[in-house]
Protein backbone atom coordinates (compact mmCIF):
# COMPACT_ATOMS: atom_id res chain seq x y z
CA UNK A 1 0.00 0.00 0.00
CA UNK A 2 1.72 3.53 -0.80
CA UNK A 3 2.26 5.39 2.38
CA UNK A 4 0.97 8.52 3.40
CA UNK A 5 2.80 11.94 2.70
CA UNK A 6 2.54 15.24 3.42
CA UNK A 7 4.93 18.42 2.91
CA UNK A 8 4.63 21.85 1.84
CA UNK A 9 5.61 22.71 -1.83
CA UNK A 10 7.42 25.64 -0.39
CA UNK A 11 7.25 29.52 -2.02
CA UNK A 12 10.79 29.52 -1.09
CA UNK A 13 12.02 27.37 -4.06
CA UNK A 14 8.51 27.24 -6.24
CA UNK A 15 6.81 30.84 -7.76
CA UNK A 16 3.96 31.11 -7.07
CA UNK A 17 2.75 30.15 -10.77
CA UNK A 18 4.52 26.91 -10.67
CA UNK A 19 3.14 25.74 -7.51
CA UNK A 20 -0.10 26.14 -9.31
CA UNK A 21 0.54 24.11 -12.04
CA UNK A 22 2.08 21.51 -9.81
CA UNK A 23 -1.33 21.45 -8.07
CA UNK A 24 -3.10 21.52 -10.98
CA UNK A 25 -1.28 18.75 -12.97
CA UNK A 26 -2.59 16.31 -10.12
CA UNK A 27 -5.40 16.00 -12.21
CA UNK A 28 -4.28 13.91 -14.98
CA UNK A 29 -0.87 13.00 -13.38
CA UNK A 30 -0.37 9.92 -11.46
CA UNK A 31 3.24 11.20 -10.40
CA UNK A 32 3.78 12.98 -6.94
CA UNK A 33 3.72 16.58 -6.42
CA UNK A 34 7.21 16.79 -5.86
CA UNK A 35 8.09 15.06 -8.92
CA UNK A 36 5.28 17.19 -10.91
CA UNK A 37 7.15 20.46 -9.77
CA UNK A 38 10.65 19.05 -10.45
CA UNK A 39 9.56 18.78 -14.20
CA UNK A 40 8.49 22.23 -13.77
CA UNK A 41 10.20 25.62 -15.31
CA UNK A 42 8.68 29.06 -14.76
CA UNK A 43 8.52 29.17 -18.45
CA UNK A 44 6.66 25.37 -18.69
CA UNK A 45 4.24 27.28 -15.83
CA UNK A 46 3.60 30.41 -18.05
CA UNK A 47 2.67 28.12 -20.90
CA UNK A 48 0.21 26.01 -19.08
CA UNK A 49 -1.61 28.89 -17.38
CA UNK A 50 -2.12 30.59 -20.54
CA UNK A 51 -3.61 27.65 -22.18
CA UNK A 52 -5.54 26.09 -19.37
CA UNK A 53 -6.36 29.00 -17.02
CA UNK A 54 -6.87 31.63 -19.79
CA UNK A 55 -7.75 29.95 -22.72
CA UNK A 56 -10.44 27.57 -21.18
CA UNK A 57 -11.13 28.90 -18.14
CA UNK A 58 -9.92 26.46 -16.18
CA UNK A 59 -9.60 29.47 -13.16
CA UNK A 60 -9.65 27.82 -10.08
CA UNK A 61 -6.24 26.50 -10.73
CA UNK A 62 -4.72 30.17 -10.26
CA UNK A 63 -6.22 30.10 -6.66
CA UNK A 64 -2.93 27.98 -5.31
CA UNK A 65 -0.96 31.31 -6.78
CA UNK A 66 -1.06 33.33 -3.59
CA UNK A 67 0.40 36.55 -3.07
CA UNK A 68 1.20 39.11 0.07
CA UNK A 69 1.13 42.48 -0.97
CA UNK A 70 2.08 45.48 1.43
CA UNK A 71 -0.08 48.27 0.31
CA UNK A 72 1.37 51.81 2.17
CA UNK A 73 -0.24 55.27 2.34
CA UNK A 74 -3.32 54.78 0.81
CA UNK A 75 -6.82 56.63 1.32
CA UNK A 76 -9.05 55.13 4.34
CA UNK A 77 -12.14 55.27 1.60
CA UNK A 78 -9.88 53.28 -0.67
CA UNK A 79 -8.72 51.21 1.38
CA UNK A 80 -12.98 50.43 1.40
CA UNK A 81 -12.20 49.30 -2.19
CA UNK A 82 -9.33 47.70 -1.41
CA UNK A 83 -11.06 45.02 1.31
CA UNK A 84 -14.13 45.08 -0.71
CA UNK A 85 -12.88 41.81 -2.42
CA UNK A 86 -14.08 39.22 0.24
CA UNK A 87 -12.01 35.94 -0.59
CA UNK A 88 -8.45 37.71 0.34
CA UNK A 89 -7.06 38.70 4.34
CA UNK A 90 -6.41 42.09 5.38
CA UNK A 91 -4.63 43.37 8.55
CA UNK A 92 -4.48 47.55 8.10
CA UNK A 93 -3.04 49.64 10.50
CA UNK A 94 -5.52 50.58 13.58
CA UNK A 95 -7.31 53.43 14.56
CA UNK A 96 -8.13 52.53 17.69
CA UNK A 97 -4.04 51.92 18.49
CA UNK A 98 -2.15 54.36 16.66
CA UNK A 99 -2.36 58.07 16.26
CA UNK A 100 -2.36 60.17 12.94
CA UNK A 101 -0.44 62.86 12.03
CA UNK A 102 -0.89 66.47 10.73
CA UNK A 103 0.07 65.01 7.33
CA UNK A 104 -1.01 61.74 7.24
CA UNK A 105 -3.98 62.76 4.51
CA UNK A 106 -3.86 62.47 1.01
CA UNK A 107 -5.12 64.81 -1.64
CA UNK A 108 -7.37 63.12 -3.97
CA UNK A 109 -5.81 63.40 -7.67
CA UNK A 110 -9.40 64.54 -9.02
CA UNK A 111 -8.62 67.85 -7.04
CA UNK A 112 -5.00 68.67 -8.18
CA UNK A 113 -5.80 71.55 -9.95
CA UNK A 114 -9.48 71.99 -8.92
CA UNK A 115 -10.76 74.99 -7.10
CA UNK A 116 -11.71 73.80 -4.29
CA UNK A 117 -8.57 71.90 -3.76
CA UNK A 118 -7.51 74.69 -0.97
CA UNK A 119 -10.49 74.48 0.61
CA UNK A 120 -10.70 70.53 1.27
CA UNK A 121 -7.20 70.52 2.33
CA UNK A 122 -7.61 73.58 4.80
CA UNK A 123 -10.77 71.40 6.07
CA UNK A 124 -9.23 68.46 6.56
CA UNK A 125 -6.29 70.12 7.95
CA UNK A 126 -8.98 71.33 10.75
CA UNK A 127 -10.04 68.00 11.35
CA UNK A 128 -6.34 66.79 12.10
CA UNK A 129 -5.21 69.83 14.36
CA UNK A 130 -8.68 69.11 16.01
CA UNK A 131 -7.65 65.72 16.17
CA UNK A 132 -4.52 66.08 17.60
CA UNK A 133 -5.71 68.88 20.38
CA UNK A 134 -8.07 66.41 21.42
CA UNK A 135 -6.11 63.61 22.42
CA UNK A 136 -4.47 64.97 25.69
CA UNK A 137 -7.67 66.62 26.98
CA UNK A 138 -9.41 63.48 26.55
CA UNK A 139 -7.00 61.03 27.87
CA UNK A 140 -7.03 63.45 31.10
CA UNK A 141 -10.25 62.24 31.40
CA UNK A 142 -9.70 58.75 30.96
CA UNK A 143 -6.72 58.85 33.52
CA UNK A 144 -9.16 60.54 36.43
CA UNK A 145 -10.80 57.38 34.93
CA UNK A 146 -8.90 54.29 34.74
CA UNK A 147 -6.16 55.62 37.55
CA UNK A 148 -2.50 54.62 37.11
CA UNK A 149 -1.62 51.40 39.09
CA UNK A 150 0.92 51.15 41.92
CA UNK A 151 4.61 50.05 40.80
CA UNK A 152 2.72 50.52 36.76
CA UNK A 153 4.89 53.06 34.15
CA UNK A 154 3.63 56.03 32.77
CA UNK A 155 4.31 53.76 29.36
CA UNK A 156 2.59 50.73 30.19
CA UNK A 157 -0.38 53.13 31.68
CA UNK A 158 -0.78 54.60 28.87
CA UNK A 159 -1.15 51.57 26.55
CA UNK A 160 -3.60 50.54 29.18
CA UNK A 161 -5.74 53.85 28.61
CA UNK A 162 -4.53 54.50 25.32
CA UNK A 163 -7.45 52.97 23.29
CA UNK A 164 -10.14 54.61 25.09
CA UNK A 165 -8.69 58.18 24.17
CA UNK A 166 -8.11 56.92 20.63
CA UNK A 167 -10.90 55.54 20.02
CA UNK A 168 -13.10 58.79 20.81
CA UNK A 169 -10.77 61.20 18.88
CA UNK A 170 -10.63 59.16 15.99
CA UNK A 171 -14.24 60.42 15.31
CA UNK A 172 -12.57 63.39 13.62
CA UNK A 173 -10.26 61.29 11.45
CA UNK A 174 -11.58 61.67 7.84
CA UNK A 175 -11.52 58.88 5.21
CA UNK A 176 -8.62 60.93 3.33
CA UNK A 177 -6.37 59.82 6.25
CA UNK A 178 -3.88 57.56 5.15
CA UNK A 179 -3.38 53.65 6.17
CA UNK A 180 -0.86 50.95 5.80
CA UNK A 181 -3.08 47.72 4.58
CA UNK A 182 -1.30 43.89 4.06
CA UNK A 183 -2.94 41.68 1.56
CA UNK A 184 -3.07 38.79 1.02
CA UNK A 185 -4.54 36.51 -1.52
CA UNK A 186 -4.70 34.07 -4.56
CA UNK A 187 -4.08 35.00 -8.03
CA UNK A 188 -7.94 34.56 -9.08
CA UNK A 189 -9.46 36.62 -6.48
CA UNK A 190 -6.35 39.03 -7.56
CA UNK A 191 -7.53 39.19 -11.01
CA UNK A 192 -11.28 39.82 -10.22
CA UNK A 193 -9.96 42.63 -7.78
CA UNK A 194 -7.94 44.63 -9.83
CA UNK A 195 -10.68 44.31 -12.75
CA UNK A 196 -12.91 46.04 -10.07
CA UNK A 197 -10.30 48.96 -9.52
CA UNK A 198 -9.23 49.98 -12.74
CA UNK A 199 -13.07 50.22 -13.01
CA UNK A 200 -13.34 52.37 -9.61
CA UNK A 201 -14.53 56.38 -9.85
CA UNK A 202 -12.09 57.30 -7.78
CA UNK A 203 -8.77 58.14 -9.39
CA UNK A 204 -7.03 56.73 -6.81
CA UNK A 205 -8.30 53.55 -6.69
CA UNK A 206 -7.67 52.93 -10.41
CA UNK A 207 -3.79 53.84 -9.78
CA UNK A 208 -3.54 51.44 -6.92
CA UNK A 209 -5.05 48.58 -9.31
CA UNK A 210 -2.08 49.58 -11.53
CA UNK A 211 0.06 49.75 -9.08
CA UNK A 212 -1.02 46.33 -7.37
CA UNK A 213 -1.15 45.02 -11.16
CA UNK A 214 2.43 46.02 -11.94
CA UNK A 215 3.68 44.60 -8.88
CA UNK A 216 1.87 41.41 -8.93
CA UNK A 217 3.48 40.44 -12.20
CA UNK A 218 6.58 40.01 -10.85
CA UNK A 219 5.57 37.37 -9.06
CA UNK A 220 2.28 36.20 -11.00
CA UNK A 221 3.78 37.56 -14.98
CA UNK A 222 0.67 35.06 -16.54
CA UNK A 223 -2.00 34.79 -14.20
CA UNK A 224 -3.27 38.22 -13.84
CA UNK A 225 -1.78 39.72 -17.03
CA UNK A 226 -5.11 40.35 -18.77
CA UNK A 227 -7.00 42.14 -15.49
CA UNK A 228 -8.23 45.16 -17.39
CA UNK A 229 -10.88 47.51 -16.44
CA UNK A 230 -14.51 46.40 -17.13
CA UNK A 231 -16.56 49.24 -18.86
CA UNK A 232 -19.69 47.30 -17.64
CA UNK A 233 -19.26 48.23 -14.61
CA UNK A 234 -19.06 51.55 -14.58
CA UNK A 235 -22.03 51.62 -17.11
CA UNK A 236 -23.71 49.81 -14.43
CA UNK A 237 -23.22 51.95 -11.77
CA UNK A 238 -23.52 55.00 -14.00
CA UNK A 239 -26.89 53.96 -14.78
CA UNK A 240 -28.08 53.35 -11.48
CA UNK A 241 -26.79 56.41 -10.16
CA UNK A 242 -29.18 57.91 -12.39
CA UNK A 243 -32.56 55.95 -11.49
CA UNK A 244 -31.96 56.41 -7.90
CA UNK A 245 -30.74 59.86 -8.17
CA UNK A 246 -34.79 60.30 -9.61
CA UNK A 247 -36.33 58.85 -6.87
CA UNK A 248 -38.82 61.33 -5.50
CA UNK A 249 -38.06 60.82 -2.02
CA UNK A 250 -37.50 62.88 0.90
CA UNK A 251 -34.15 63.93 2.50
CA UNK A 252 -31.88 61.26 4.41
CA UNK A 253 -32.20 61.72 8.25
CA UNK A 254 -30.89 60.23 10.83
CA UNK A 255 -34.65 60.67 12.75
CA UNK A 256 -34.88 56.96 11.65
CA UNK A 257 -34.36 53.98 13.71
CA UNK A 258 -30.19 53.18 13.67
CA UNK A 259 -31.47 49.26 12.79
CA UNK A 260 -33.91 47.41 11.13
CA UNK A 261 -34.73 44.27 10.43
CA UNK A 262 -36.27 44.12 7.16
CA UNK A 263 -36.35 40.67 6.48
CA UNK A 264 -35.36 37.43 8.09
CA UNK A 265 -36.55 33.71 7.38
CA UNK A 266 -39.88 33.34 9.55
CA UNK A 267 -39.74 29.66 9.21
CA UNK A 268 -35.59 29.93 10.19
CA UNK A 269 -36.31 27.84 13.40
CA UNK A 270 -37.92 24.76 11.44
CA UNK A 271 -35.76 25.19 8.98
CA UNK A 272 -32.38 24.92 11.13
CA UNK A 273 -33.65 22.06 12.98
CA UNK A 274 -34.43 19.90 9.92
CA UNK A 275 -31.18 20.16 7.77
CA UNK A 276 -29.37 19.61 11.09
CA UNK A 277 -31.37 16.21 11.40
CA UNK A 278 -30.82 15.84 7.74
CA UNK A 279 -27.37 15.77 8.22
CA UNK A 280 -27.25 13.12 11.12
CA UNK A 281 -30.14 11.29 9.26
CA UNK A 282 -30.95 9.28 6.24
CA UNK A 283 -34.27 10.74 5.35
CA UNK A 284 -35.24 13.30 2.70
CA UNK A 285 -35.47 16.85 3.30
CA UNK A 286 -39.25 17.34 3.52
CA UNK A 287 -39.49 15.03 5.74
CA UNK A 288 -37.35 16.58 8.43
CA UNK A 289 -38.85 19.49 8.16
CA UNK A 290 -42.46 18.35 8.76
CA UNK A 291 -40.98 15.94 11.42
CA UNK A 292 -39.84 19.51 13.31
CA UNK A 293 -42.99 21.08 11.80
CA UNK A 294 -45.24 18.61 14.26
CA UNK A 295 -42.83 18.79 17.68
CA UNK A 296 -44.08 20.46 20.69
CA UNK A 297 -42.22 24.08 21.79
CA UNK A 298 -40.51 21.63 24.58
CA UNK A 299 -39.38 18.77 22.13
CA UNK A 300 -37.68 21.25 19.42
CA UNK A 301 -35.83 23.30 22.44
CA UNK A 302 -34.71 19.78 22.73
CA UNK A 303 -33.35 19.69 19.55
CA UNK A 304 -32.07 23.22 19.83
CA UNK A 305 -30.46 21.91 22.81
CA UNK A 306 -28.83 19.06 21.24
CA UNK A 307 -27.84 21.39 17.94
CA UNK A 308 -26.12 24.52 20.39
CA UNK A 309 -26.07 23.31 23.79
CA UNK A 310 -22.70 21.83 23.73
CA UNK A 311 -20.83 25.28 22.68
CA UNK A 312 -18.32 25.68 25.49
CA UNK A 313 -16.59 29.44 24.80
CA UNK A 314 -17.56 31.90 22.25
CA UNK A 315 -14.28 29.92 20.07
CA UNK A 316 -16.92 27.06 19.48
CA UNK A 317 -18.24 27.35 15.90
CA UNK A 318 -21.98 26.32 15.57
CA UNK A 319 -22.50 23.47 12.86
CA UNK A 320 -23.00 24.74 9.34
CA UNK A 321 -26.68 24.12 9.33
CA UNK A 322 -27.05 27.79 11.05
CA UNK A 323 -26.30 28.87 7.53
CA UNK A 324 -30.01 28.15 6.42
CA UNK A 325 -31.53 31.39 8.30
CA UNK A 326 -30.89 34.23 7.30
CA UNK A 327 -31.61 38.21 8.16
CA UNK A 328 -31.34 41.53 6.26
CA UNK A 329 -30.70 44.56 8.31
CA UNK A 330 -30.98 48.18 7.58
CA UNK A 331 -28.59 49.95 9.90
CA UNK A 332 -26.64 53.57 10.24
CA UNK A 333 -23.65 53.70 12.05
CA UNK A 334 -21.00 56.11 12.49
CA UNK A 335 -17.72 55.77 9.90
CA UNK A 336 -15.30 54.46 12.49
CA UNK A 337 -17.78 51.76 12.98
CA UNK A 338 -18.44 50.63 9.70
CA UNK A 339 -14.86 50.27 8.89
CA UNK A 340 -15.30 47.54 11.51
CA UNK A 341 -18.01 46.56 10.01
CA UNK A 342 -17.07 45.78 6.77
CA UNK A 343 -14.83 43.65 7.62
CA UNK A 344 -17.01 41.04 7.73
CA UNK A 345 -16.31 39.27 4.48
CA UNK A 346 -19.28 36.20 5.32
CA UNK A 347 -21.85 38.81 5.06
CA UNK A 348 -23.48 40.55 2.12
CA UNK A 349 -23.48 44.34 2.65
CA UNK A 350 -24.30 46.93 0.51
CA UNK A 351 -22.97 50.30 2.07
CA UNK A 352 -24.37 54.00 0.44
CA UNK A 353 -21.82 56.20 -0.61
CA UNK A 354 -20.81 57.98 2.82
CA UNK A 355 -21.83 61.32 3.33
CA UNK A 356 -22.58 64.15 6.05
CA UNK A 357 -26.21 63.94 5.58
CA UNK A 358 -26.91 61.62 8.18
CA UNK A 359 -25.63 63.74 10.91
CA UNK A 360 -22.66 62.51 13.64
CA UNK A 361 -22.51 60.95 16.47
CA UNK A 362 -21.07 62.86 19.52
CA UNK A 363 -18.38 61.09 21.75
CA UNK A 364 -19.71 60.95 25.82
CA UNK A 365 -15.76 61.76 26.70
CA UNK A 366 -15.77 64.88 23.89
CA UNK A 367 -18.23 66.29 25.63
CA UNK A 368 -16.59 65.81 29.26
CA UNK A 369 -13.37 66.90 28.39
CA UNK A 370 -14.78 70.48 27.64
CA UNK A 371 -14.33 69.63 23.40
CA UNK A 372 -17.78 69.79 22.00
CA UNK A 373 -17.74 73.51 20.64
CA UNK A 374 -14.50 72.50 18.88
CA UNK A 375 -15.23 69.06 17.87
CA UNK A 376 -19.02 70.03 16.29
CA UNK A 377 -17.26 72.98 14.74
CA UNK A 378 -14.80 70.52 12.94
CA UNK A 379 -17.58 67.86 11.75
CA UNK A 380 -19.92 70.97 10.78
CA UNK A 381 -16.85 72.72 8.49
CA UNK A 382 -16.53 69.00 7.12
CA UNK A 383 -20.12 68.96 6.33
CA UNK A 384 -20.02 72.55 4.38
CA UNK A 385 -17.12 71.63 1.91
CA UNK A 386 -18.79 67.71 1.58
CA UNK A 387 -21.77 69.76 0.33
CA UNK A 388 -19.43 71.79 -1.84
CA UNK A 389 -17.37 68.85 -3.30
CA UNK A 390 -20.61 66.36 -3.47
CA UNK A 391 -22.12 69.08 -6.17
CA UNK A 392 -19.56 68.38 -8.56
CA UNK A 393 -18.32 64.76 -7.44
CA UNK A 394 -20.10 62.71 -4.50
CA UNK A 395 -17.64 60.12 -4.56
CA UNK A 396 -14.66 62.54 -4.43
CA UNK A 397 -16.57 64.48 -1.55
CA UNK A 398 -16.13 61.58 0.76
CA UNK A 399 -12.66 61.80 1.44
CA UNK A 400 -13.71 65.00 3.27
CA UNK A 401 -16.04 63.21 5.43
CA UNK A 402 -14.80 62.16 9.06
CA UNK A 403 -15.43 58.91 11.37
CA UNK A 404 -18.33 60.23 13.38
CA UNK A 405 -20.83 60.92 10.79
CA UNK A 406 -23.45 58.18 9.92
CA UNK A 407 -23.45 55.80 7.11
CA UNK A 408 -26.17 53.43 5.95
CA UNK A 409 -25.29 49.93 5.04
CA UNK A 410 -27.82 47.01 4.20
CA UNK A 411 -26.47 43.86 5.59
CA UNK A 412 -27.75 40.38 5.11
CA UNK A 413 -26.13 37.12 6.44
CA UNK A 414 -27.00 34.03 8.30
CA UNK A 415 -27.35 33.03 11.78
CA UNK A 416 -24.08 31.09 11.96
CA UNK A 417 -22.21 34.65 11.05
CA UNK A 418 -24.21 36.42 13.21
CA UNK A 419 -23.27 34.23 16.03
CA UNK A 420 -19.87 35.08 15.03
CA UNK A 421 -20.07 38.72 14.58
CA UNK A 422 -22.65 39.46 17.87
CA UNK A 423 -20.12 37.62 19.89
CA UNK A 424 -17.16 38.99 18.62
CA UNK A 425 -18.50 42.61 18.25
CA UNK A 426 -20.45 42.59 21.42
CA UNK A 427 -17.11 41.51 23.62
CA UNK A 428 -15.83 44.37 26.06
CA UNK A 429 -12.77 45.31 24.12
CA UNK A 430 -14.83 45.77 21.05
CA UNK A 431 -15.37 49.64 20.14
CA UNK A 432 -18.37 51.13 22.04
CA UNK A 433 -19.68 51.79 18.13
CA UNK A 434 -19.52 48.84 16.53
CA UNK A 435 -20.58 47.08 20.02
CA UNK A 436 -24.04 49.00 19.98
CA UNK A 437 -24.43 47.84 16.83
CA UNK A 438 -23.91 44.35 17.55
CA UNK A 439 -25.90 44.17 20.78
CA UNK A 440 -29.16 45.69 18.69
CA UNK A 441 -28.81 43.45 16.45
CA UNK A 442 -28.89 40.31 18.32
CA UNK A 443 -31.45 41.92 20.15
CA UNK A 444 -33.36 41.96 17.14
CA UNK A 445 -32.63 38.06 16.51
CA UNK A 446 -33.83 37.17 20.01
CA UNK A 447 -37.03 38.84 19.17
CA UNK A 448 -37.60 36.60 16.36
CA UNK A 449 -35.67 33.30 16.93
CA UNK A 450 -35.63 33.93 20.98
CA UNK A 451 -34.40 29.97 20.78
CA UNK A 452 -31.95 29.72 18.30
CA UNK A 453 -30.00 32.54 19.33
CA UNK A 454 -30.19 31.61 23.05
CA UNK A 455 -26.73 30.19 23.37
CA UNK A 456 -24.96 33.75 21.78
CA UNK A 457 -23.73 34.08 25.84
CA UNK A 458 -23.04 37.95 25.23
CA UNK A 459 -22.15 39.92 27.92
CA UNK A 460 -24.86 41.40 29.56
CA UNK A 461 -24.44 44.99 28.63
CA UNK A 462 -27.41 46.21 26.10
CA UNK A 463 -26.98 48.83 23.32
CA UNK A 464 -29.05 51.43 25.35
CA UNK A 465 -26.22 51.35 28.26
CA UNK A 466 -23.09 51.64 25.35
CA UNK A 467 -25.63 54.46 23.99
CA UNK A 468 -25.98 56.35 27.57
CA UNK A 469 -22.48 55.54 28.53
CA UNK A 470 -20.56 56.51 25.60
CA UNK A 471 -22.62 58.59 23.39
CA UNK A 472 -23.83 62.50 24.08
CA UNK A 473 -26.63 61.82 20.69
C1 LIG B 1 -9.98 43.07 19.26
C2 LIG B 1 -9.81 43.21 17.78
C3 LIG B 1 -8.77 43.96 17.26
C4 LIG B 1 -8.60 44.09 15.87
N1 LIG B 1 -7.56 44.83 15.40
C5 LIG B 1 -7.39 44.91 14.06
C6 LIG B 1 -6.29 45.66 13.52
O1 LIG B 1 -5.51 46.27 14.23
N2 LIG B 1 -6.15 45.69 12.18
C7 LIG B 1 -7.03 45.04 11.36
O2 LIG B 1 -6.85 45.10 10.15
N3 LIG B 1 -8.08 44.36 11.83
C8 LIG B 1 -8.28 44.28 13.14
N4 LIG B 1 -9.36 43.57 13.62
C9 LIG B 1 -10.32 43.00 12.67
C10 LIG B 1 -10.11 41.48 12.51
O3 LIG B 1 -8.81 41.23 12.08
C11 LIG B 1 -11.08 40.89 11.50
O4 LIG B 1 -10.78 41.32 10.20
C12 LIG B 1 -12.51 41.28 11.76
O5 LIG B 1 -12.82 41.13 13.10
C13 LIG B 1 -13.43 40.37 10.95
O6 LIG B 1 -13.46 39.12 11.59
P1 LIG B 1 -13.37 37.75 10.89
O7 LIG B 1 -12.26 37.74 9.92
O8 LIG B 1 -13.31 36.71 11.97
O9 LIG B 1 -14.85 37.70 10.25
P2 LIG B 1 -15.48 37.39 8.84
O10 LIG B 1 -14.75 38.01 7.72
O11 LIG B 1 -16.90 37.77 9.03
O12 LIG B 1 -15.38 35.85 8.70
C14 LIG B 1 -16.18 34.97 9.50
C15 LIG B 1 -15.38 33.73 9.76
O13 LIG B 1 -15.13 33.06 8.53
C16 LIG B 1 -13.83 32.49 8.56
N5 LIG B 1 -13.04 33.12 7.49
C17 LIG B 1 -13.43 34.12 6.66
N6 LIG B 1 -12.48 34.36 5.76
C18 LIG B 1 -11.46 33.53 6.03
C19 LIG B 1 -10.19 33.30 5.44
N7 LIG B 1 -9.78 33.98 4.37
N8 LIG B 1 -9.41 32.36 5.98
C20 LIG B 1 -9.80 31.64 7.05
N9 LIG B 1 -10.99 31.81 7.65
C21 LIG B 1 -11.81 32.73 7.15
C22 LIG B 1 -13.27 32.74 9.95
O14 LIG B 1 -13.61 31.67 10.78
C23 LIG B 1 -14.02 33.98 10.37
O15 LIG B 1 -14.07 34.14 11.76
C24 LIG B 1 -9.54 43.45 15.00
C25 LIG B 1 -10.61 42.72 15.52
C26 LIG B 1 -10.75 42.59 16.89
C27 LIG B 1 -11.92 41.81 17.41
Given at each position: MPERQIYLLSPRELSPETIAVAFAKTSRSPESFREIAQSLTDEASARFHERWVIGYGHASVAEHAVLHIAIENVSRLAIEAIESNRLASYTEKSTRYQKWGPEDFILPPELENHPLRD?????????FSTYAASLEPVRQVVAQQFPRRQEESDEAWDRRIRSRYVDVCRFLLP???????GMTVNARELEHAIRKFLSHPLAEVRAIGEQ???????????LIKY??????????????????????LPPATAETDFCTLVDYDRAGEETVLAAALYRFGEMPFDQALTYVQHRSPEERLGLVQA???????????????????SYTFD?????????EFKRHRMMTQTPQRLTTRLGYAIPRLIEEAGLRPQYESAL??????????????????????????YRRVLARFNLRNAYHFCRLRSAPNAHFSIRKIAERIAEEIRRVHPALSAFMFLPDETWQEVDANHFTR
Open positions: EFIETVQLLTAAVANVIKEAAQAETPTAEAVPSLAQTREALEQAASTLDLLGNLESPHDIPLRELEYCLIMDQGAYAQRAAQVYEKLAAWNPHVAQYVVPNGF
